[in-house]
């Protein structure tokens, strides 16, 4: 069955903080996405990648960067955390096949102090 | 560019009622729909997708979704409100423009609410 895990379900940080958030999935997917989600903003893009090493910035990509060192992980990283960057984070795969859903971890929960 | 509109940002419906939550795309060449679930502080879960193959797709937990060309529209139905189905549900639309980078763009999502 496909998973998509994500390291933390909830996680505090302080403003200022370097922080990272941890994706990795089991199904040999070529395709990682991370979205933020905000009440009433829905699903918003920050970054993605279609193969290793290889990165594109979504809709929103501004204070974040990513590293896809490996195939099954995707990394998130706030560079210098904001409290405006408090959110809910989504994690997803897909495989590069045409017509394929992507896979969801079940999200974490990011409040910035 | 292709879009995604989700008419109605709150349903809600009766226990046993009819559910129906609207979704209109726009896209130039055919597309590929997806509807998904998100229950309160999880992530988003399949129900169903359309890839060209029938019209009308049957997913999970019976719901149903009609592809209509010329409607453009990729409603979701479900005969039969159980109070478990109270979430929120996002149609998508695969990025036709972005290669295999299996990009999707959703839509706004429609929570739905049902009563006893």
């Known amino acids: 069955d496909v998973k998509v895990t994500q390291s933390s379900r909830y996680l505090v940080k302080r403003t200022g903080e370097k922080v990272f958030l941890e994706c990795v999935q089991d199904?040999?997917?070529?395709?990682m996405f991370w979205y933020r989600q905000d009440p009433g903003l829905g699903l918003r893009l920050i970054y993605f990648?279609?193969?290793?090493?290889?990165?594109e910035k979504g809709d929103i990509p501004e204070g974040y960067s990513v590293s896809r060192e490996k195939k099954e992980r995707f990394s998130l990283i706030l560079e210098s955390a904001s409290t405006n960057q408090t959110s809910m984070y989504l994690c997803?795969?897909?495989?590069?096949?045409?017509?394929?859903?992507?896979?969801f971890g079940d999200g974490t929960r990011l409040s910035i102090l | 560019a292709q879009s995604v509109t989700q008419l109605g940002s709150h349903v809600s419906v009766s226990e046993g009622a009819l559910v129906l939550l609207r979704c209109n795309y726009s896209?130039?060449?055919?597309?590929?729909l997806f509807w998904y679930v998100q229950y309160p502080n999880q992530g988003l879960q399949l129900l169903l997708k359309?890839?060209?193959?029938?019209?009308l797709v049957k997913g999970i937990n019976d719901f149903e979704a009609e592809f209509k060309k010329s409607e453009t529209s990729f409603h979701l139905t479900k005969p039969s409100a159980h109070m478990s189905d109270a979430a929120e549900y996002f149609c998508?639309?695969?990025?036709?423009?972005?290669?295999?980078?299996?990009?999707?763009?959703f839509g706004q999502g429609t929570t739905l609410q049902v009563k006893p």
């Open positions: 199904m040999d997917h070529e395709n």
């Open positions: 359309y890839t060209s193959a029938a019209t």
């Open positions: 998508a639309v695969s990025d036709q423009g972005s290669g295999n980078t299996g990009k999707l763009i």
């Open positions: 990648s279609y193969d290793v090493k290889m990165k």
């Open positions: 997803a795969s897909s495989s590069v096949r045409q017509r394929q859903p992507q896979h």
């Open positions: 896209s130039s060449v055919p597309p590929y």
